[in-house]
């Protein structure tokens, strides 16, 4: 699991202007959509997973260079 905040995570992976609106990235993250924790007040987006998209051997791999 690599936690990366929702600003560096969109920032990171989208174009300007075609990232998600940060409130709904949160309403993702609490339904389950997409995967990631809250810790204190902050969420966080699992990057490891969200790149893997559900293919468990790319998961690995990037949790082992991460």
Same mark, same amino acid.
């Given at each position: 699991? @690599?936690?990366i905040t929702i600003? !560096?995570?969109r920032e990171r992976h989208?174009?300007?202007g075609s990232a998600p609106d940060e409130v709904t990235v949160? @309403?993702?993250l609490r339904t389950? !959509?997409?995967a990631g924790k809250k810790v204190?007040?902050?969420w966080y987006v699992d990057e490891s997973e969200w790149l893997a998209?559900?293919?468990e051997l790319v998961r690995r791999v990037l949790e082992r260079t991460g």
């Open positions: 699991m @690599r936690l600003p !560096k995570w989208f174009e300007e949160r @309403r993702w389950g !959509k997409l204190g007040g902050t998209d559900g293919d």
